[in-house]
């Protein structure tokens, strides 16, 4: 075997996807046109290569797009992973060198990193256990801390010069999370082709708009407005967009006000226990969990963390009938959960029984 030089190992070399990985991405590019329009270079390739970075990029002699893997987000470490990042990849190659906004890098990643999951959400094969969830997941329960409006004027560099700061890439993805859960999705998209950011939230109903400047740090919360909004599936919307973003008090102090005035829901009790959750208040998260299922929230998911909940706060025993009813109903990989779980409870009351 012929050993490559240290400069020869820091060139991409060719990658060879499978065939259903091909047919991935042939979808996530119709699926990336569907929402942004066709490129007037869409009949050019695409090819794959290995780098040390994921990226899309051209290639300077044949003009064609090169899609870069690193080696993290290979198909042979984790099938979800590796489609998500050329979901990813394959929003750049539809809109590089395309519209105003997306040349503000935090737009670009945010639109990159929604339109990503959003396809893979759409293929059954990649939930599950180790699948599309679990990368969701696990980018919305790191709190990055960055200077925010810092973030908001970075803006794309040549892709040899390109560094993000720490911590952006999972803020691009949960401030566009957050964007994503009060408007539209289409409405979403046209951020990337608007001339500036006020031309982009003209374009919205003032309820909307004022969720969106919130976000973005454009305007300060009216507690009295907010909670005025007719709609209350629309303001609890919000208040889990605000938890995405970390900013709990400002969520928390929205929805006791909603208590006062008696609008209240099963969503609403949830994102309580969530905020609760976030800030490691065990009790009071099981609380509103319990509340959140008394008020209807009765489908199976919502009973397993119902139980997880329960569980953590040491309520063994209330949670054992949610747990049944799991192992009864739920999904192939609910009632694996469910099962460990319960397998725990059996191990911590005989532990302490002896």
Not at 1 to 27: D, I
Not at 70 to 87: C, G, T, Y
Not at 116 to 123: L, M, T, V
Not at 321 to 347: C, K, R, W
Request: include cysteine; charged fraction near 25%.
């Amino acid at each position: 075997m012929t050993m490559r030089t240290k400069f020869e190992s820091l060139l991409p070399l060719p990658y060879e996807v499978n065939s259903e990985t091909q047919r991935f991405a042939e979808y996530a590019l119709q699926k990336c046109v569907e929402w942004y329009g066709a490129p007037n270079d869409l009949d050019v390739p695409y090819e794959f290569y290995s780098y040390t970075r994921t990226s899309c990029s051209r290639n300077s002699f044949t003009k064609n797009y090169i899609i870069s893997l690193a080696p993290e987000d290979h198909f042979e470490v984790s099938k979800a992973r590796n489609w998500l990042m050329i979901a990813h990849e394959m929003y750049h190659r539809c809109t590089m060198n395309r519209g105003w906004l997306r040349k503000y890098l935090w737009v670009d990643e945010a639109l990159a990193w929604q339109t990503a999951f959003r396809i893979c959400y759409s293929i059954p094969s990649l939930s599950g256990e180790h699948g599309i969830d679990d990368l969701w997941e696990m980018l919305i329960q790191q709190n990055p801390v960055v200077d925010f409006h810092k973030m908001m004027r970075l803006k794309r560099r040549p892709l040899i010069a390109r560094k993000y700061p720490p911590g952006f890439n999972v803020w691009s993805f949960q401030i566009g999370e957050a964007m994503r859960m009060v408007i539209p999705w289409k409405k979403f998209c046209t951020i990337a082709f608007q001339k500036n950011l006020g031309d982009w939230l003209s374009l919205f109903q003032v309820h909307e708009r004022d969720y969106l400047k919130i976000l973005l740090k454009r305007k300060e919360a009216n507690m009295g407005h907010l909670v005025s909004h007719d709609n209350l599936e629309d303001i609890t919307d919000f208040c889990a967009a605000l938890i995405v973003v970390h900013e709990y008090d400002l969520a928390l102090t929205l929805c006791q006000e909603l208590i006062k005035r008696n609008r209240v829901s099963a969503d609403l009790y949830q994102n309580i226990a969530r905020i609760f959750e976030r800030k490691n208040m065990v009790k009071q998260s099981a609380d509103y969990h319990l509340k959140a299922f008394e008020a209807g929230m009765i489908d199976e998911t919502s009973r397993y963390i119902l139980a997880l909940a329960l569980v953590e706060s040491g309520q063994y025993k209330e949670a054992i009938p949610h747990l049944e009813f799991v192992l009864l109903n739920g999904s192939d990989t609910l009632q694996t959960m469910a099962a460990e779980l319960y397998h725990e409870i059996q191990t911590r009351n005989h532990d302490q029984s002896v």
